[in-house]
């Protein structure tokens, strides 16, 4: 396959311009290197305590093709009895979250600390994901991905002082749905980080 210079990027493989080039302009990585953990970049990370039942997804850019192995999140703050339940969707023709491509299960978010889900293997080529999180059972406070704007995430205002990063869909009971169905946007989405095997 032929070779395609660009100034930011340098000399890559044609098949890789288009997933190369949104994952560099927009919020995502260039490359993905094995044994790393990725997620959504939307400045410094904060905490949220997400509604029971809320399913908040941000956009990860995947350069090539890659095998997802786990899958995480951080409790920052209890509640007995909870869960949050991990997922991975993938895009519509329009840069929103579409069908789902693994409901990987849940962690317990009945103590704190970073929760995994191990033992997956999820090979995906490359292109725009959606890392999914729903809380269930209770409201725990979890890592987000801060403030700041993450493409391809819009806004409906034309200014204010934090930007969208995640969509997100209320009454997220049991197994996630096979289709993400957002009803609004907004910044502090779950901090959800997939590792490559």
Sequence with gaps: ?????????????AGQEYAS??????????????????????GMPGTNAFANQQMWAAPLWVPRAITIDRL???VTALVAGSTVRLGLYGSTAEDTPGAL?????????ATTGIKEILALSTRIPAGLYWLA?????????????????????????????????????????GALPATFTAVGA?????????HIA
């Design 186 to 194: 907004s910044s502090g989405g779950t901090r959800v980080m997939a």
């Design 133 to 173: 999180a729903v809380s269930q059972g209770g409201t725990p406070t979890l890592r987000s991905i801060g403030n700041s704007s993450a493409p391809p995430v819009a806004s409906t205002l034309g200014g204010g002082s934090t930007g969208p990063n995640s969509y997100y869909q209320n009454g997220v009971v």
């Design 101 to 109: 491509v693994l409901d990987a299960g849940t962690v317990d978010s």
């Design 72 to 74: 995480a999140c951080e």
């Design 1 to 13: 396959m032929g070779k395609i210079y660009n100034d930011t990027w340098g000399f890559f493989d």
């Design 21 to 42: 080039a949104g994952a560099a302009l927009f919020g995502g990585f260039r490359k993905m290197v094995s044994g790393n953990y990725y997620g959504a970049n939307g």
